[in-house]
């Protein structure tokens, strides 16, 4: 059985930082492209970063661009979202997506291109 558990998630001061972590069980993530979203109360889910699965291209909204980064570790089964420079306006439930097509490049336009998804972990971006 698929499981995917976000953990990471927090209070945090504008300015700060917090690391987000994808972990899969039941389910190898080398193979294929995971992506970020979040979602703020009111407001559609929106891709905000991913990362290809043969190449490690990364992707980045430009909402995050430049603060974020998307990163794998294939021997833990883990994919990070390092977040920097928090903004109140990053306040959301993040959660973590898979693509369950091989070899997949990826992309943050649509939810609709990934089949399996966590639960989702809260940030909280405030002072």
């Known amino acids: 059985q698929v499981q995917i558990v976000e953990s990471g998630g927090g209070l945090v001061q504008p300015g700060g930082s917090l690391r987000l972590s994808c972990l899969a069980s039941g389910f190898s993530l080398d193979y294929h492209a995971i992506a970020w979203f979040r979602q703020a109360p009111g407001k559609e889910r929106e891709g905000i970063s991913c990362i290809s699965s043969s190449t490690g291209v990364t992707v980045h909204a430009d909402s995050v661009k430049g603060r974020f980064t998307i990163s794998r570790d294939n021997s833990k089964n883990i994919v990070n979202l390092q977040m920097n420079s928090l903004k109140p306006e990053d306040t959301a439930v993040y959660y973590c997506?898979?693509?369950?097509?091989?070899?997949?490049?990826?992309?943050?336009?649509?939810?609709?291109?990934?089949?399996?998804w966590g639960q989702g972990t809260q940030v909280t971006v405030s002072s």
């Open positions: 997506a898979v693509d369950r097509g091989y070899g997949s490049s990826c992309s943050v336009v649509s939810m609709f291109d990934y089949d399996y």
